[in-house]
T-cell receptor, first 122, second 107 residues
Framework: EVQLVESGGDLVQPGGSLRLSCAAS????????MAWVRQAPGKGLEWVAS????????YYVDAVKGRLTISRDNAKNSLYLQMNSLRAEDTAVYYC???????????????WGQGTLVAVTS | DIQMTQSPSSVSASVGDRVTITCRAS??????LAWYQHKPGKAPKLLIY???SLYSGVPSRFSGSGSGTDFTLTISSLQPEDFATYYC?????????FGQGTNVEIK
């Protein structure tokens, strides 16, 4: 059974840092692109970042470029999101998601975790 | 960047009703469109990929159609477990964009 379990969400002050983790199991982690998708309170889903199976290609939404960094450790079947210079608008539930690889040039997501809450407030 | 616009933003329906949700892209996205179901506090679920392909385990009452810029998700006979928010998402190019969501409520 595919499982994605996020952790690391917390209450943090503006300008602060946080590292989210996602533990993956039930599939061959090294075969799949992985992503982070977020949902701000009362808002819809927003893609944040995606990473190639070997970690060398990474893509980000413009709003987080230079502040959030996606990475992975294939030996540990884990995905990460390093969050620096956090802003109030980064407040959201962050979901880890797997890309099944159907789309040739874009991203789709077939398995999602339950999410972890990041709240940026003074 | 491609923008996605869903309508309606909310729909009230009864069990057994046929429900249709539409999604419009700001430019043609060929065959790369997905639909998701999301319930509060739960992980989103992939329902449809590549416009009309039913994801594994998804009931056949869900179907997708469309081409170019206009797409539709249809629930042929609404069931109690279908009350949720539904999102379309373009997978044609980066950045992937979601529609704003359609909340399917109990009438």
């Amino acid at each position: 059974e595919v499982q994605l379990v996020e952790s690391g969400g917390d209450l943090v002050q503006p300008g602060g840092s946080l590292r989210l983790s996602c533990a993956a199991s039930g599939f061959t982690f090294t075969n799949f692109w992985m992503a982070w998708v977020r949902q701000a309170p009362g808002k819809g889903l927003e893609w944040v970042a995606s990473i190639h199976p070997d970690g060398r290609a990474r893509y980000y939404v413009d709003a987080v470029k230079g502040r959030l960094t996606i990475s992975r450790d294939n030996a540990k079947n884990s995905l990460y999101l390093q969050m620096n210079s956090l802003r109030a608008e980064d407040t959201a539930v962050y979901y880890c998601a797997r890309d099944p690889g159907y789309a040739s040039d874009g991203f789709e997501f077939d398995y999602w975790g339950q999410g972890t809450l990041v709240a940026v407030t003074s | 960047d491609i923008q996605m616009t869903q309508s309606p933003s909310s729909v009230s329906a009864s069990v057994g009703d046929r429900v249709t949700i539409t999604c419009r892209a700001s430019q043609s996205i060929s065959g790369w469109l997905a639909w998701y179901q999301h319930k509060p506090g739960k992980a989103p679920k992939l329902l449809i990929y590549d416009v009309s392909s039913l994801y594994s385990g998804v009931p056949s009452r869900f179907s997708g159609s469309g081409s170019g810029t206009d797409f539709t998700l249809t629930i042929s006979s609404l069931q109690p477990e279908d009350f949720a928010t539904y999102y379309c998402q373009q997978a044609d190019s980066v950045p992937p964009a979601f529609g704003q969501g359609t909340n399917v409520e109990i009438k």
